[in-house]
């Protein structure tokens, strides 16, 4: 059998004393694309947070593996040298930054890291140019600082563009349509399926069924009370979007 992109085993999760994750197992093997549907609150956020190693997390059970490798063990820089790449439900703002600058150093901080060159100027602008022109980001946002006063739309094009520039092996959007009118949610659903790739493999949260129309999932999992509850093809999005997360509940109790 291939080795999973990302396997995770049991996994609990705790925050100031209250366990949010309580058990979640999920396999995503290369090249597929896999949805996280669940009511507000269920700890999908939390879920991906952990996943990144954000600091507050308390770990009690379980263990994650990205291709093999044990990513509990890797700080927050080595796992996006590792390959992993998460786009926030709320992205930071980075006054003062470019976002071309912004760009440029995540790029040469993981190629660093994992012991390659420094891209230089002009392969990076070119590189930017490109990314840019196939996710109809302009010139002018990329001078802009990093998400200060970008609409939900921009933040989430900075985004997708960030994950174009660093070809990760692991991609987790999380909400990556709250906020987004439709001309924008297909342009983030345009860029996310170029990256679509054998040995690339995604997972996408979402509380709303609408963007799985634009970023059709191999597998989906309802997410609730902090674990997996079930996993299906497709039309389970659309059955959740139809009924409700009230069947899943007592599956969780
Ligand atoms: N810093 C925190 N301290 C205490 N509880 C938190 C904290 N952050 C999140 N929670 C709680 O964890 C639960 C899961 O939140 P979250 O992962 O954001 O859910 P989702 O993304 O599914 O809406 C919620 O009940 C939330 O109130
Ligand atoms: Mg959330």
């Avoid at 660093?112 to 930017?128: N, S, W």
Wanted: proline letters at 4%; glycine letters at 8%; hydrophobic letters at 45%.
């Amino acid at each position: 059998m291939t080795t999973p992109i990302l396997e995770i085993r049991n996994l609990h999760a705790r925050i100031e004393d209250r366990e949010i994750l309580k058990g979640v197992n999920l396999i995503i093997p290369p090249g597929q694309v896999h949805a996280v549907m669940g009511r507000n609150g269920s700890g999908k956020s939390t879920l991906s947070y952990v996943l990144a190693g954000k600091e507050d997390y308390e770990i009690t059970e379980g263990e994650v593996l990205l291709d093999g490798q044990d990513l509990l063990a890797m700080e927050p820089d080595e796992r996006a040298a590792a390959g992993l790449f998460l786009a926030f439900q709320y992205p930071i703002e980075i006054p003062g930054v470019a976002t071309m600058t912004f760009l440029k150093a995540a790029m040469n901080a993981q190629r660093k890291k994992r012991g390659e060159p420094e891209m230089l100027t002009p392969d990076f602008m070119r590189a930017v140019k490109q990314a840019g022109v196939d996710l109809n980001v302009d010139n002018d946002m990329l001078k802009r600082p990093l998400n200060v006063g970008f609409s939900g739309g921009e933040k989430k094009r900075a985004e997708v563009l960030q994950m174009a520039l660093l070809q990760p092996k692991m991609c987790i959007l999380d909400e990556t349509d709250s906020g987004l009118d439709i001309d924008a949610l297909q342009v983030v659903a345009k860029g996310v399926n170029a990256l679509r790739s054998a040995n690339r493999s995604m997972l996408v949260i979402t509380h709303y069924q609408r963007l799985l129309n634009h970023i059709v999932p191999d597998v989906v999992h309802v997410f609730s009370d902090g674990r997996i509850v079930e996993s299906g093809d497709k039309d389970l999005a659309l059955q959740l979007e139809a009924k409700g997360y009230a069947d899943f509940d007592n599956a969780a109790a």
